[in-house]
């Protein structure tokens, strides 16, 4: 709804099957009508976790992500809180919560570099919530 704040709770999971990663980050930049509530927490690297409120950038930095997470050890997770405050123009629109979150880090065993783009989550969590309660109303 225009000029009323929504709260969304954002779960980042990682898992990885293959060889460890050493470097790995997640970057995602907030929209302007997004704002980080300052709830976060993270079940690893809680250290390397935070929003960057310069570039308006959640980061989650991890040194090493072991081969078998997810799979033989546990889900690597970080949650963070952000609240939706729409505009007038955005209203009947789907609109982005989040931006594209980048993934990068380098694959211990072969240096290879990898580095790929998740897309936005959206008012309407991607398809999960039907479309005429995802748009912005008045």
């Known amino acids: 709804r225009v000029n009323n704040q929504t709260t969304y709770t954002i779960y980042w999971r990682v898992s ?7 470097d790995f980050e997640i970057i995602s930049t907030l929209p302007a ?3 980080f509530t300052g709830l976060k927490k993270a079940n ?3 250290e390397g976790f935070f929003y960057d409120s310069a570039a308006r950038r959640m980061i989650w930095n991890i040194n090493k992500l072991p081969s078998g997470t997810g799979v033989v050890l546990p889900v690597y997770e970080a949650i963070f ?4 405050s ?3 123009s955005q209203i009947g629109q789907i609109i982005d919560i989040t931006g594209s979150s980048q993934v990068k880090g ?5 240096n290879q570099i990898i580095n790929f783009l998740v897309p936005p989550i959206k008012t309407d969590l991607n398809g999960t919530i039907r479309e005429g309660r995802a ?3 008045q």
């Open 16 to 22: 990885n099957t293959s060889n460890d990663v050493r």
């Open 135 to 137: 748009k912005v109303t």
């Open 33 to 35: 009508w997004v704002n």
């Open 44 to 46: 690893f690297a809680e």
């Open 81 to 84: 809180q952000i609240a939706v």
């Open 106 to 110: 380098i694959d211990d065993f072969t």
């Open 86 to 88: 729409p505009t007038t």
